[in-house]
């Protein structure tokens, strides 16, 4: 009887804790699958981050511009995150309407518009001088030519947001339709190659790139390891790569 009791505790026990790290990042790539999914809000932000994204391509940023940027998107994102937590919980407790409920869903509501009003002023700083859009109607790749490192960062952030957006759509097919997706791209395949592209295209050094390829390789047998199939992995080491020669291909226009 205490047998039963104490395998039941520990069922219980690894539903609450992670066991891995690995288990750690699923469950939390679970939870933007989640929202990206279920909220509109969030589908229109990572919709619109991925344009602002494209957009500062055509942009002289330095560094510290391109890094306000960043955390600009990310940050509304973020609170809204936190805000569909915070929703989550209130309605697991409150079943009924209390001005303590409405006061931290208010709040958290709050702290989204607050994000996107710094994100309004972030862009308008960056985007609306007037010399930056003569440059850019002048000479639109010119800025795209002399930042290799802004694009890589782009690549990479724009393969992020078209394979979480790839999960969303399909489990938002499954919760629709009830049909269970056996078939989706691997998202660290996705990005493990979309790195080994970049680190081909700017480094050109074969030791370098056998390293990153070595990790790459690593990085698919855990995938697969993992009950990932071949084709899954497949998919998401092609998709990560061909989004690197989309948004490369810019500069091979301009040569």
Not at 211 to 227: C, D, P, Q, W
Request: aromatic share 12%; with cysteine; net charge positive.
């Amino acid at each position: 009887m205490n047998k039963g009791k104490d395998n039941e505790k520990k069922e219980k026990d690894s539903r609450l804790y992670n066991k891995n790290f690995m288990q750690a990042c699923e469950n939390a790539t679970n939870g933007i699958v989640y929202c990206a999914t279920t909220q509109t809000n969030i589908t229109k932000e990572l919709i619109l981050g991925t344009l602002v994204m494209i957009i500062s391509l055509f942009y002289n940023f330095t560094t510290a511009e391109f890094l306000c940027l960043t955390f600009a998107v990310f940050f509304v994102i973020f609170a809204e995150f936190v805000n569909t937590a915070i929703e989550t919980i209130v309605d697991l407790y409150v079943d009924v309407y209390h001005p303590k409920a409405k006061i931290a869903k208010d709040v958290g509501a709050g702290a989204v518009v607050l994000t996107a009003i710094n994100a309004i002023i972030v862009a308008y700083f960056l985007f609306f001088r007037e010399t930056e859009l003569t440059q850019m109607a002048n000479s639109i790749f010119n800025q795209v030519l002399a930042s290799p490192t802004h694009l890589v960062f782009v690549a990479i952030i724009i393969t992020l947001i078209a394979i979480l957006a790839m999960k969303g759509a399909f489990k938002k097919k499954e919760m629709t339709e009830g049909e269970k997706t056996t078939f989706l791209p691997s998202g660290q395949s996705a990005l493990a190659f979309a790195i080994l592209a970049v680190t081909w295209i700017y480094s050109k050094n074969l030791i370098i790139f056998c390293l990153a390829l070595t990790l790459a390789i690593m990085i698919i047998g855990n995938r697969i390891y993992n009950k990932k199939t071949f084709g899954e992995v497949l998919y998401g080491a092609f998709m990560g790569v061909l989004i690197v020669l989309m948004v490369y291909g810019l500069t091979i226009f301009k040569m």
